[in-house]
């Protein structure tokens, strides 16, 4: 992942759903926790805040127990100012803001500078939400996971656990497997930041938990311009790999060993690259962790 680009593009991001974030105030949807600012006009006594109660309920002086849940603060002033007009007051005139939000939140993890739960404001999508936690890191990859449902599931100890996992892939699959009501969605951050395709930068949900994975990457040894990582994307190829790694130098030769660990064991698979090139169906598919070694020419 190139830092610098990827930073670019999560602060264009950042900065269009900024302009948006008072539009997207006004369709969030209120529950237990939010703080609520209500002001009636001309009713000093009724313009203060209110705390949204567990039953997702708000009360007034006057009125008890209206509910809010679910509301959006221009649905409350109307339910409010319709309240208000039947016994107390005459034309009405109503104002709600959320004051705090507290009700919808969502987690996310991995390698994100600032990981954590955030507060959802609207319409937020896979993209804002890595803006709010401060961009991926260093070494951050292009795999994102989503789990919808995931903090309804695993509250408590669990949410704590995961976190302190770092939302590693291996710490997701182990809690996913125990928690049947979860769904998981896998995505292509490499489509999402570098080729534009927002198809996948779903908007989040509350309850979501976003996981940035750390990059995976092909490792190099003997004759190239580059040995050591490569990052690893989707369906990467041995020559593709080998251009990544700067080329063969001038003594590399066309016999390649990729080494790759299976269940604990060594498998070693023998390519040709002049066979490939002649014949490019034949490309060998890496995987994430395979160590490639380039021989050097006999001559």
Not at 30 to 59: C, H, M, N, W
Not at 196 to 207: F, K, P, S, V
Not at 213 to 234: R, T
Request: aromatic letters at 8%; glycine letters at 10%.
């Amino acid at each position: 992942m190139r830092p610098a680009r990827v930073s670019r593009i999560l602060l264009v991001i950042f900065c269009v759903f900024g302009l948006a974030a008072i539009a997207a105030a006004e369709g969030y949807r209120v529950g237990p926790e939010d703080v609520l600012t209500i002001k009636v006009f001309g009713e000093t006594s009724l313009s203060k805040d209110y705390e949204v109660a567990a039953d997702g309920s708000i009360r007034l002086p006057w009125i008890k127990d209206i509910p809010v849940k679910g509301l959006t603060p221009r649905e409350i002033e109307s339910t409010l100012e319709q309240r208000l007009g039947e016994d107390y007051l005459v034309d009405p005139q109503v104002s709600v803001t959320v004051k705090e939000y507290k009700a919808q939140k969502v987690y996310i993890l991995g390698s994100v500078k600032s990981p954590g739960y955030y507060t959802l404001r609207g319409d937020t999508r896979v993209l804002e939400a890595i803006a709010m936690a401060g961009g991926i890191t260093e070494e951050g990859g292009k795999e994102f996971i989503l789990i919808r449902g995931g903090a309804d599931e695993m509250q408590g100890e669990s949410i704590e656990a995961l976190m302190a996992s770092g939302g590693e892939k291996e710490s997701i699959e182990d809690f996913t497997s125990q928690h049947h009501n979860v769904r998981v969605m896998r995505i292509d951050g490499y489509k999402l930041l570098e080729s534009g395709d927002l198809t996948q930068n779903y908007a989040l949900e509350a309850g979501d938990i976003l996981s940035v994975q750390k990059a995976s990457f092909i490792y190099f040894d003997g004759e190239v311009k580059k040995p050591g990582p490569v990052p690893y994307e989707e369906g990467l190829t041995l020559l593709k790999a080998i251009t990544l790694a700067g080329g063969r130098t001038d003594l590399g030769s066309n016999r390649v060993v990729i080494t790759r660990v299976d269940d604990g064991k060594n498998q070693q698979f023998k390519v040709n690259l002049r066979k490939i090139s002649q014949d490019l169906t034949k490309d060998f598919v890496l995987q994430p962790g395979d160590i490639v070694k380039v021989r050097r020419s006999l001559f």
